[in-house]
């Protein structure tokens, strides 16, 4: 803790999952040996560099980049990048962390990577993003390949800024490689990544429902942001017979408790890259309401799709209130501990990030997959692959959950089923 106190994300997410872990790693006494823990947060490689770009204005701006290699043991690097303003080291290394166990999860082939910079592509023109993507990666391709460490997007990086950092990469290296995913279709993207973490983040959490019985037909869903994640997890959502009532951006949030029109919002969101509040301009039926709030309307489904620690205890509190059965973290780490700790202690069921978002980066896989065979499979194809990766993510959370005595605990069962994996071939490996 000493050694990272200027990190607390970091120290936030490796605590959890150390003390998830925490009787999976006494069982094995060989893993102290081999000092795996110490490698296990310790990531391979971290680059941390200078980016610099020119405004409309002909203004130089000075940004800092981030590529933070966390773990080979599975599989090449993978992780996202973004770009906020908020970005720093504790942030990206939270975040690569996570993405080790993520990616194990999915039992395809890939390490854990986390990148990005502190530049907020808010109010920037196409040309400024351009600029500033080519600089970004007139650093990082020394360091990226389709064999070694392969990004994708995250928050402030889309298809537009994937666009122009694999142009820049190509045009560097004089070759066309998967080496970046979240590609547009016809230049080696893959079908459903767009739609990936979204509708994964449902078929992992029909998965739970139909274990009890249940199905979406009917439920309420509350879902906070209105991103990539968001929209998706939405559309998902309704396709099934849900009604999904809010959805909120960092300036407010909307409630439609007969269910909000979507196509407006990816109009507003997709298309203009707008507020949410013009679509209250356009819905009279609609209340919107500045700030915070989001989780204070009944709901039967929480899934908290925007940002970091955005669902904190009041929050809690309010979504126990009003009757809500199950969170699902469509974000990476967005309910706090003390959050989490109230929830399951409630008896609501809160599926993690590691498992429930993990279908963005799996479709990623398969985009690499089909970008090493010049093929392209079908949306029929990669979806049906998506869902039997969800379903399968849940199972091996749910089962690691009772094997290891905490039935029902999904955040103890998906730490212990990614660190296994992942444990497993660091032994193999070597002390490396
Ligand atoms: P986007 O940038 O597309 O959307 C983020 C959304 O969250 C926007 O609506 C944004 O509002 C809102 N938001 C951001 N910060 C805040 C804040 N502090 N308070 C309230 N709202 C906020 O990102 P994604 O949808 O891609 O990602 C969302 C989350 O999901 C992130 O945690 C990301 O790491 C995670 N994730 C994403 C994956 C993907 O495939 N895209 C894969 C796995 C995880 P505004 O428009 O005002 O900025």
Not at 2 to 15: K, L, V
Not at 97 to 121: H, R, W, Y
Not at 341 to 369: F, H, Q, W, Y
Request: aromatic share 8%.
């Amino acid at each position: 803790r000493g050694r990272y106190a200027d990190q607390p994300e970091f120290i936030q997410a490796t605590s959890r999952v150390l003390a998830s872990i925490a009787s999976a790693v006494e069982a094995e006494p060989s893993y102290e040996r081999v000092s795996l823990l110490d490698r296990l947060v310790e990531p391979e490689r971290i680059v941390m560099f200078r980016v610099p770009w020119t405004d409309d204005s002909g203004c130089v701006r000075v940004n800092r980049g981030y590529r933070i290699e966390f773990s080979s043991a599975l599989g090449p690097y993978k992780g996202g990048l973004r770009f906020h303003p908020s970005v720093n080291l504790s942030i990206l290394k939270f975040l690569a962390f996570e993405q080790v166990f993520k990616n194990a999860l999915t039992s395809l082939p890939i390490g854990g990577a986390k990148g990005g910079a502190d530049f907020d592509p808010k109010g920037r023109s196409d040309a400024e993003v351009m600029r500033f993507c080519q600089s970004f990666m007139t650093e990082l391709y020394r360091h990226i390949g389709a064999d070694t460490d392969v990004p994708a997007g995250d928050i402030g990086v889309g298809g537009r800024e994937i666009g122009f950092l694999f142009g820049q990469y190509k045009r560097i290296r004089n070759e066309f490689a998967g080496v970046l995913t979240g590609k547009g279709i016809g230049f080696g993207g893959s079908p459903v990544r767009a739609e990936a973490t979204g509708y994964g983040l449902v078929y992992l959490i029909e998965e739970l429902l139909a274990d009890s019985g249940q199905h979406f037909e009917g439920k309420r869903v509350s879902i906070s942001g209105s991103g990539n994640v968001a929209i998706y997890a939405a559309k998902k959502a309704e396709q099934l017979g849900a009604t999904v009532q809010t959805m909120s951006d960092s300036c407010g949030w909307i409630l439609e408790p007969t269910g909000v029109d979507l196509a407006a919002i990816m109009q507003i969101k997709e298309v203009r890259r707008g507020r949410l509040s013009e679509y209250a301009e356009t819905h009279p039926a609609c209340e919107y309401h500045s700030g915070g709030g989001v989780w204070s309307a009944p709901c039967d489904i929480a899934l908290p799709c925007a940002t970091q620690n955005e669902l904190r205890r009041p929050d809690a509190e309010g979504l126990l209130r009003n009757g809500c059965k199950v969170v699902g973290e469509g974000a990476n780490m967005p309910v706090t501990p003390e959050a989490i700790d109230l929830l399951i202690s409630s008896g609501v069921t809160v599926c993690p990030g590691k498992a429930a978002n993990a279908g963005g980066v799996a479709v990623s896989a398969l985009e690499m997959a089909q970008n090493s065979a010049r093929l392209t499979w079908s949306f029929e194809d990669v979806d049906s692959r998506l869902k039997t990766i969800m379903r399968g993510i849940y199972r091996a959370s749910a089962e690691a959950a009772a094997a290891w005595g905490v039935p029902g605990n999904l955040i103890a069962g998906a730490n212990i089923a990614g660190f296994k994996r992942v444990a497993d071939a660091m032994m193999a490996q070597g002390i490396v």
